[in-house]
């Protein structure tokens, strides 16, 4: 079973970047899907970004498309996502998920993290 702790988040002024990581310890990040996904009060959660070193291939929601970045480094185990020209929607609680098979739902994810908080100010 991997682990999962996120960090990174604070609060940005719209139009600012932040970058999250999501730390993993037991197996490696390679072994999964590795997925962003945020949940916002009173919403229900969202994915947000997925890659998978199974087929090499990144996912992303629409609403950040062009804006954030998946990526990971094997060696140090972690995965991130670089966020720019945030905006007051990305205001949400942002958890990092892994699974071994490519899905954007999150109740496909068995591993969690314990999320993140990210404020944008308008």
């Known amino acids: 079973q991997v682990q999962l702790v996120e960090s990174g988040g604070r609060l940005v002024q719209a139009g600012g970047s932040l970058r999250l990581s999501c730390a993993a310890s037991?197996?490696?990040?390679?072994?999964?899907?590795m997925a962003w996904f945020r949940q916002a009060p009173g919403k229900e959660r969202e994915f947000v970004a997925a890659?998978?070193?199974?087929?090499?291939?990144?996912r992303y929601a629409e609403a950040v498309k062009g804006r954030f970045t998946i990526s990971g480094d094997n060696a140090k185990n972690t995965v991130y996502l670089q966020m720019n020209s945030l905006k007051p929607e990305d205001t949400a609680v942002y958890y990092c998920?892994?699974?071994?098979?490519?899905?954007?739902?999150?109740?496909?994810?068995?591993?969690w993290g314990q999320g993140t908080q990210v404020t944008v100010s308008s």
């Open positions: 998920a892994a699974e071994r098979l490519v899905s954007i739902t999150w109740r496909t994810y068995n591993n």
């Open positions: 037991g197996p490696t990040i390679s072994s999964y899907t």
């Open positions: 890659v998978s070193w199974s087929d090499g291939s990144t």
